[in-house]
């Protein structure tokens, strides 16, 4: 005891309680555990979570007391809430934060087999309880990625989104599914600005291509000089020599 405070393995703790060990990382194999300052067992069990630390970093592993080669799985407030890095204040399910840096999320493979990878799923359920896998519908959001700034009520607000919507009645193996990407104007989003369809057409303002690739413009070509009526431009400014407008519509085009 010094001052109030509890020191295992020190006479000298720093907080209420303080534990000393060797630097270690954890223990992969046997029963012998390495650098543990902390361990959580399971009452009348071999789970444990131990707390250590290992030179330049702490760590946090979810094992087995009896064999420590085993990897258990570990929950962060399996009830709800948030939880952010770099932030005590986290807006979303998980929230990153860095200041004057740009924080950034890896996932690494290494492997000899071709067919191993990183990845990233998505994933939706027409279930409303954790674990109940319930088949998606027609015309359901899949997932979504959105890129957004700060408006000038000093809020973020989006700016472009990528996002996949299922097309159809789920199969038993596959989810035939739409892929948008968006961007969003001074006062309003250009949808269906770049559309993949689940039958393998590409659409530039439309989200039902009828061919390989339908590029449709707003409204029907009446002059070369409304961008926004032109199918296909190739050249320079509307107006300059040199320019070719493609549409349907437009007598000249």
């Known amino acids: 005891l010094n001052n ?10 720093t907080a209420l309680l303080t534990t000393y060990v060797a ?3 954890p223990a992969t194999s046997g029963s012998t555990a390495a650098g543990v300052g902390l361990r959580i067992a399971q009452d ?5 979570l131990d707390i250590g630390h290992a030179g330049s970093y702490g760590w946090i592993q979810a094992t087995r007391s009896a ?3 085993v990897e258990t799985d570990l929950s962060i407030n399996p ?4 939880v952010g890095i770099g932030t005590a204040a986290p807006t979303s399910t998980l929230n990153l934060v860095k200041v004057s840096s740009s924080p950034a999320i890896s996932i690494d493979t290494y492997s000899a087999s071709t067919g191993d990878n990183s990845q990233l799923n998505l994933r939706k359920s027409k279930g409303t309880t954790v674990g109940t896998q319930v088949d998606t519908v027609d ?11 700060v408006n000038t009520g000093d809020s973020f607000d989006n700016g472009a989104r990528i996002f996949a919507k299922q097309s159809g009645a789920a199969g038993n193996d596959e989810i035939p599914a739409d892929l948008y990407l968006d961007t969003y104007g001074d006062s309003a989003l250009n949808t269906n600005q770049l559309v993949l369809h689940h ?3 590409v659409g530039i303002g439309t989200a039902t ?3 390989i690739m339908q590029i449709k413009p707003s409204a029907d070509p009446t002059s070369i000089t409304t961008a926004a009526q032109n199918a296909l431009g190739l050249g320079g400014a509307a107006t300059s020599s040199g320019y070719v407008s493609i549409g349907f519509g437009y007598a000249g085009g």
Do not use: H, M, R, W
């Open 4 to 13: 109030g405070n509890v020191g295992i393995g020190t006479d000298s703790p």
């Open 209 to 211: 291509p009828y061919s």
């Open 79 to 82: 009830n709800g809430g948030n």
């Open 67 to 69: 064999d420590l080669s």
């Open 139 to 149: 015309g359901d959001e899949l997932g979504k990625i959105t890129f957004q700034g």
């Open 23 to 25: 630097d270690a990382a």
């Open 199 to 201: 039958d393998g057409g």
């Open 44 to 48: 009348g069990g071999t789970n444990c």
